[in-house]
């Protein structure tokens, strides 16, 4: 018995599979779709920190008297958690004061890294700010404070809250 196979010769004839409909393409990370100008793939937007709300605790900054100018004053910020709520005494806060025109502040930057805290435990967080107008006037000191708030016994989850300390100098 003999077998005999038969090519038809019709393998150049054959024609090329159809390209990929859109449908059908799988985007790869980094190998297109959107890219800023610079080449950079789009960045994932970080939803901000949620801020301070009323049943978890109260944020309050002590205004100092008017002084006079060159005479340096001390603002006190209070960061309260309301019962059934606790400050996260391992997370460590930190308070940024922006520099601000006619207003020396020897420091801007407090954090819970440095023991920058008068006090600090699960009810209550108290920073004392140093400032000095140069001249007579009104002014106002913007920053924000990053900490965390939890329910007790409770995930935790950081917080930012803008801050604005008032300095009269006379």
Known sequence: MALVVVGCGCEAKR????PPREADRVLVPGAGGPVHPA?????????PNPPLLPEEGHLAIELPPATPA?????????????RGYEINELFHYKLTLDPTPGVTLPKTVF????HDAEHLDGHE???AMKLTADQPGAYTVHGKLDFAV?????QCLPKTMPVAVELAAL
């Open 15 to 18: 024609a090329a599979p159809p």
């Open 39 to 47: 080449g950079a793939a789009t960045p994932a937007k970080r939803a």
């Open 70 to 82: 060159g005479v340096e004053a001390t603002a006190h910020l209070r960061l309260t958690a309301n």
């Open 111 to 114: 954090t819970g890294a440095a």
């Open 125 to 127: 967080l108290a920073i």
């Open 150 to 154: 939890c329910k007790i016994d409770s």
